[in-house]
């Protein structure tokens, strides 16, 4: 019976099946950083790490690079591991189901180490029951794949890699999400690239009805209220790291309650 940890025999075959699990830690990752990262913004990787240079919005968003980076790396490795041997992709090997066990094994593992051994996020900061959230997406997306990856390894039917490309779809989706510019209307967070200075952030804002509602202390994220002629570009050809919508993303929770706020114009803190 063939297993993404317990192969057959043929090296070829090993190789691909540990491939295949490999890229789906690395969707693992993709999903858990896009979704709950970028599109819902429900923590950043280190958001539970208060104190010092980790109050700094910007620091948080450099570790989520650095996380995305990583798991760059796992599919380009996976990747690489899938063409050397794709010669022996025509066999029917259990590839969907070992990617499955592998997208589970990552969220398992990010729920041992990351919300519960090491501290560094929960899945949602905001919650006042953060153990209720990190229970249910694991279960949801940790074992839940996991078993599904395993039963369809005993089986071993053609198109068992269909939930798995599904799963790879909704990344994908989430991604162009993530991607989308901030809705109009609303408040924008801009966060400066390192160095950057706020006063050229302003020059940005000249000619348009755009109000600033808050700063922090250091003058590196702003709330705007966008006026009719404001483009994003011009944000960002003005220093600024990354423009989003929404006043106070959840997983800026505990950067927030860090005491880095000040009242901007008579406005208190939101």
């Known amino acids: 019976m063939t297993s993404p940890f317990n192969p057959p025999a043929s090296p070829s075959h090993r190789s691909l099946l540990r491939a295949a699990a490999l890229l789906g830690v690395a969707f693992g990752g993709f999903f858990d950083g896009i979704l709950l990262h970028q599109v819902l913004q429900w923590h950043h990787l280190l958001s539970a790490v208060q104190g010092g240079r980790f109050a700094d919005l910007r620091l948080q968003l450099l570790a989520d690079g650095l996380f995305h980076l990583a798991m760059y790396g796992l599919a380009a490795i996976a990747l690489a591991g899938l ?10 090997l259990p590839l969907g189901p070992a990617f499955l066990i592998g997208f589970g094994a ?8 990351s919300h519960w051994w090491l501290g560094l996020h929960r899945v949602r900061m905001d919650s006042p029951r953060p153990l209720a959230w990190d229970l249910a997406w694991l279960a949801m997306f ?6 599904i990856g395993l039963a369809k390894r005993r089986r071993a039917r053609p198109g068992a890699g269909a939930t798995a490309w599904a799963l790879a779809l909704v990344t994908s989706l989430a991604a162009l999400l993530a991607a989308r510019p901030p809705a109009e209307g609303g408040p924008l967070t801009v966060v400066l690239r390192p160095g950057a200075a706020p006063l050229v952030l302003l020059a940005a804002l000249e000619g348009s009805d755009t109000r600033v509602l808050w700063a922090d202390r250091a003058g590196a994220v702003w709330l705007l209220q966008p006026g009719t002629a404001l483009l994003t570009a011009d944000l960002y050809r003005h220093g600024a790291l990354l423009v989003a919508g929404g006043s106070v993303p959840a997983g800026c929770a505990a950067w927030w309650s860090n005491g880095a706020r000040r009242t901007v114009a008579g406005r208190p803190p939101a």
Do not use: E, I, S
């Open 83 to 92: 063409w050397r041997h794709r010669a022996a992709l025509a066999q029917r």
């Open 106 to 113: 990552w969220h398992v593992a990010d729920a041992l180490l």
């Open 142 to 147: 940790g074992l839940l794949p996991m078993a």
